[in-house]
């Protein structure tokens, strides 16, 4: 400095840690504004490059140059404010200076940065597991209805499942890929160190998320963490003057896809008669259009006829009075509101009186229903009092009470069919009406949207969690050991009210028909959980010699919980719209139940050492005991362990800051058992059941043998190897963090051998299977900011990445057949024929190898334009041999169902008081084949199905020989049922999940109106996505079709098998897009 203050021919003085110049030369006379010329130096004197320069309480502001200088317009009584990533802020007066040299350090609580862990916190730097983490501004400004939907895509490898947009959809939480394909296992979801449910969960009391992926991380919670942690912490009372916070946000939704189906009725029914045509040989014709429509080749020439003669009635009446329809309706604009609302109000109150700190708030959402009639309402309120009170200096006591309200009206189809998407596929033909002109129902409108325009079916939930959780630490030898306790009850009611009525509809003017009249019902179900925990540990934490850090801790968890149902149902409704069983007379009453009930218990350890914080190392274990299972496998010890180098410690580390910042490698290895398991799971169950046989005047109860348990089960066990890598450079403005690991999951537990009928039973479940996850994880970080009109634009750009593959190892498949997992299987992989193409004419048919297996007309007879599928084995005949991996005929593996490459970029900046941030996500590789139900297969499927409006001029004719579909007939199992290369589809994403922009007001602004803080902004959630399914249809959300996002958890031991994962086929609940206003306030 010395040398520097020469140079300049200045003095200077030191001012809390800050080396100040000050000018030599005689002040000038106080003016209004002046240029002011400095430089920004590192303890080091090194030039900062880059750092912010802006005076206090304005928008005016620079950054400094390659050599650390600046200039800036400023007044004598301004007060600068410097800034620079991963450096201590610092705040200089002008006052009558004109030249400044401003030396800042680095900020040693960025070093200190901790990151929430089983039972406590750790320093980020010193991590040695595989643990990430993410703070509360992944929820802030979003209008969704929970906080999973928030929580997709954030961080690598941690995959959500949601099967539809339902706002009241609980996801399942995956870490790192397919977990067991026995008792399959999904991640343990703690909120505040207690289970629990994430959707029931105010967004905006989230402090931080963390998951812990490894078992090293995971160790400590035993059986029950064994595929991965997701710890959500909530946020703790103020420590200062109170403040009071209010964010609102209303939004526009609308679903994020919505199939585009043909509405011409004559359209529609042409090629209903052409699909129908063509699958009988053309030999055939229909009378009817499925269920709801009669069809005569005279209605159809008809129809034609009225529709060139521009006649628009489309109703008439025959000689018998009966309805005849020549309609064009849509049913999806019938169903669905143009745009739905929804609004979100929360209110905080936090803060400190002395030794008592406080945080109160509450949340209200409430969304207006996607459906048009008899809408589904979705209400939340949620409460949260969160308090702690430092009784002595040795003793503080904390509670945490929240509760959860939720309320949802789930409109409902009775009778046949499936779901109201899959009813409108299958009977919502464009050319009937919804309304005859009397008003009642057209027949095709009560079997499909009929139940909801009548108003009076559906289920009634109110689910309500009250959970308290009361705590206390002491601290002894000087705040070195720590004893912590707690304890917590939480009751969950989930109560339901069914009621479903014939929906009233006519044919013929004046007659009134019922659909579904046997149904005239009410049912009542009330589920209840108690579930108690409580845990005590001590830790002790210590520095000897200024260079062994050592932190030990030892603690007691037990578990509780019982849950129980009831279910009532009575026929015979006195009034259809009634939500009394008491008004329900019927003799048809049935009553069921059900009952669980289990604990766990378990003592755990964690030991830390580090030496100069160079040298890292963790050993964690848990002796865990489970009721789940056999009474002599109930308890198991579960080791891990960890290690950490930061390189960038050692002496002989010379790389300058500016290349690299730190440095550091870390290992774990841990061993875990599944404890995901149903409590009954490895006991004899008997099931009582009731003949259908009348014996002495009665239906009786009876009991049959249960399944088979063997001897010797144990637990599912799995084992990970974890190593690591994570660095900064450039003064840490670029961050790496990244992972690679393999798990293996051994003792799986699934079915046995086969067994010789005699046997008399199935044959047993046991430990038979094996199987390895491979995978791999990385965070990248740029934190930067460059001048933009004279102000510091500050931006970041983080981007995700990760991927895995997991294959079969053991399994009791000795023959390897193909519908089933076999040794050696890639999980997810999809087996299929390979197409040539189409068939051009008859003599290609009959040059081809014959394809009498697989039917594309009634009578199996081929026609010109049907799928031409390689004769791999050169046997002169498709087939699949025996359909085993060492005679699979001309099966191939074409695919594979699970997602490679799940990636997503964030982009945030601010400037001037304006922010903006982007939130991009997706998969970079993944294979789908649309089932035979999906609603991509339109009237291929089912001649009566709905016709998609890409299908129309995309189908094989002698004019039209390129085009991507077959010739068009109905049934067509030679495509829907058949897996082949030409109709596989790439279903790889990419998402604007949400986009945000918006302004801080300037504090000399609200400061006159008492406020601290406020701001204003518009955010949109699932704005655009793109996909290569696309260039085909987009009738179908590509980040649904394997439930929203990639879950790859095969719960279900069939479901992960050929392709046959996820729901995706277009007959559920969409997607919403949203745009939002919103504001924030703090007083």
């Not at 059986?223 to 009372?237: N, Y």
């Not at 080749?297 to 034609?304: A, I, T």
């Not at 009092?385 to 309200?405: C, H, P, R, T, Y």
């Not at 010739?967 to 290369?981: H, L, P, V």
Request: aromatic share 12%.
């Amino acid at each position: 400095m010395k040398s520097l203050s020469k140079q300049a021919n200045v003095d200077y003085v030191l001012k809390s840690g800050n080396q100040v110049v000050l000018s030599s030369a005689e002040a000038v006379k106080q003016q209004e504004s002046k240029k002011v010329t400095g430089s920004v130096v590192d303890s080091k004197g090194e030039p900062i490059i880059g750092a912010n320069v802006v005076v206090k309480g304005s928008t005016n502001g620079t950054i400094t140059d390659i050599d650390g200088n600046f200039s800036i317009e400023v007044t004598p009584n301004s007060i600068l404010q410097i800034s620079y990533i991963g450096y201590v802020a610092q705040e200089v007066p002008v006052g009558n200076k004109n030249n400044l040299v401003i030396s800042i350090h680095e900020d040693t609580q960025k070093l200190d940065e901790v990151v929430v862990v089983g039972y406590g916190t750790q320093k980020k730097v010193n991590l040695t597991g595989a643990v990430e983490q993410v703070t509360s501004e992944v929820f802030e400004n979003r209008s969704v209805s929970n906080v999973t939907q928030m929580l997709q895509g954030s961080i690598p490898n941690l995959n959500i499942q949601l099967t539809d947009g339902k706002p009241t959809r609980t996801a399942s939480y995956n870490v790192r890929g397919t977990t067991s394909i026995g008792q399959g296992g999904d991640a343990l979801v703690l909120i505040d160190g207690v289970e629990g449910d994430p959707s029931m969960l105010n967004p905006n009391d989230i402090a931080s998320v963390s998951v812990l992926k490894d078992a090293a991380s995971a160790a400590i919670y035993g059986a029950r963490g064994t595929f991965g942690v997701v710890l959500i912490t909530t946020k703790e009372p103020a420590k200062d003057k109170t403040s009071i916070t209010y964010t609102g946000n209303f939004s526009l939704q609308r679903p994020a896809t919505v199939p585009d189906v043909v509405t011409d009725g004559y359209m529609y029914a042409e090629r209903f008669y052409e699909a129908y045509h063509a699958w009988n040989n053309y030999s055939a014709d229909p009378k009817n259009i499925n269920k709801t429509q009669d069809f005569s080749l005279g209605w159809l020439e008809d129809f034609r006829l009225r529709k060139e003669q521009g006649i628009t009635s489309e109703v008439e009446k025959d000689a018998n009075g009966k309805y005849v329809y020549y309609g064009n309706e849509d049913y999806y604009d019938a169903l669905y509101k143009k745009n739905t609302f929804a609004q979100d109000h929360n209110l905080s109150l936090t803060g400190s009186n002395g030794k008592l700190n406080y945080y109160i708030s509450g949340r209200f959402y409430g969304y207006d229903g996607l459906f048009r009639y008899n809408t589904d309402d979705y209400k939340t309120m949620n409460l949260r009092a969160k308090g702690s009170i430092q009784l002595f200096d040795w003793l503080k006591v904390e509670n945490n009470m929240e509760f959860s309200n939720m309320d949802y009206h789930n409109p409902m189809n009775v009778g046949e069919g499936g779901s109201i998407w899959r009813n409108i596929s299958d009977e919502g033909h464009p050319c009937q009406p919804i309304f005859n002109p009397d008003g009642s129902l057209s027949f095709a409108a009560a079997y499909t949207i009929g139940d909801f325009i009548y108003g009076k079916n559906g289920i009634d939930t109110n689910n309500k969690v009250l959970r308290n959780t009361t705590s206390f630490t002491t601290s002894f030898l000087n705040n070195k050991l720590h004893v912590r306790g707690d304890f917590t009850f939480r009751n969950t009611d989930n109560n339901k009210t069914q009621r479903r009525v014939p929906v009233p509809y006519s044919k013929v003017e004046g007659e009134s028909l019922l659909l579904s009249e046997k149904y005239n019902d009410l049912k009542e179900t009330t589920g209840k959980t108690d579930y108690i925990a409580t845990n005590i540990y001590a830790d002790y934490e210590d520095t000897f010699a200024e260079a062994h850090y050592f932190k030990g801790m030892i603690g007691y968890n037990y578990e509780q919980s019982q849950y129980k149902n009831l279910e009532v149902q009575r026929n015979g409704l006195l009034f259809d719209d009634t939500d009394n069983i008491n008004l329900a007379l019927g003799d048809a009453i049935t009553t069921s139940g059900k009952y669980n009930r289990w604990r766990v218990a378990g003592g755990f350890f964690r030991l830390n050492y580090a030496f100069k914080d160079r040298y890292l190392l963790e050993v964690n274990g848990r002796y865990d005991g489970s009721s789940k299972f056999p009474t002599d496998q109930q308890w198991a010890f579960f080791p891990s362990v960890s290690a950490g180098w930061r390189i960038s410690e050692e002496s002989f580390w010379r790389v300058n800051e500016q290349i690299f910042s730190d440095m550091k490698v870390r290992a774990s290895y841990g061993s875990l058992g599944n404890g995901n398991v149903d409590p009954y799971s490895f006991l004899e169950l008997l099931s009582i059941k009731t003949s259908d046989r009348v014996l002495n005047g009665a239906l009786n109860k009876y009991t049959s043998a249960p399944a088979v348990m063997p001897s010797g089960l144990t637990w599912e066990t799995a084992t990970t190897t974890d190593v690591g890598l994570d660095f900064g450079m450039l003064n840490s403005r670029f961050r790496f963090s990244g992972d690679y690991y393999i798990r293996k999951t051994t003792d799986m537990y699934t079915v046995g051998k086969t067994l010789p009928e005699i046997f008399g039973a199935a044959s047993p479940k046991g430990n038979y299977a094996d199987m390895t996850t491979k995978g791999w994880e990385i965070t990248l970080t740029w934190r930067d900011h460059f001048e933009l009109a004279s102000k510091p634009f500050n931006y970041e750009i983080k981007g995700t990445l990760s991927d895995y593959i997991s294959t079969i190892d053991r399994y009791n498949n000795e023959n390897k057949y193909l519908d089933d997992y076999y040794e050696g299987m890639r999980v997810g992989e999809i087996w299929g024929y390979e197409t040539e193409g189409l068939f051009k004419d008859q003599a290609d048919i009959d040059n081809h190898a014959t394809q009498k297996l697989i039917k594309s007309s009634s009578k199996n007879i081929w026609y010109p334009g049907d799928v031409k599928l390689k004769d791999q084995d050169g046997n002169g005949a498709i087939d699949y041999g025996t359909n085993r991996v060492d005679d699979h005929g001309d099966l191939k593996v074409i695919g594979n169902s699970l997602p490679r490459f799940a990636y997503s970029i964030n982009l945030s900046g601010d400037w001037n008081n304006f922010f903006i941030s982007a939130f991009f996500q997706g998969v970079g590789k993944q294979d789908w084949y649309p089932s035979s139900e999906c609603i991509f297969w339109g009237q291929y499927n089912r001649p009566y199905n709905n016709l998609p409006t890409w299908h129309v001029d995309n189908y094989w004719t002698e004019d039209n020989q390129g085009a991507y579909l077959p010739r068009y007939a109905g049934y067509n199992t030679s495509i829907r049922d058949t897996k082949q290369t030409r109709y596989l589809q790439n279903v790889a994403y990419i998402r604007l999940k949400n986009l945000q922009f918006g302004y801080t007001l300037p504090k000399q602004w609200i400061s006159k109106i008492m406020l601290q803080n406020a701001r204003v902004y518009i955010s949109a959630e699932n704005l655009w996505c793109w996909s290569p399914l696309y260039k085909h249809t987009r009738d179908l959300d590509v980040t649904n079709i394997y439930g929203s996002d990639p879950d790859l958890t095969d719960a279900d031991m069939k479901s992960g098998l050929n392709g046959k994962r996820g729901s995706g086929d277009g007959n559920s609940y969409p997607q919403m897009r949203s745009i939002s206003l919103g504001v924030s306030v703090t007083f």
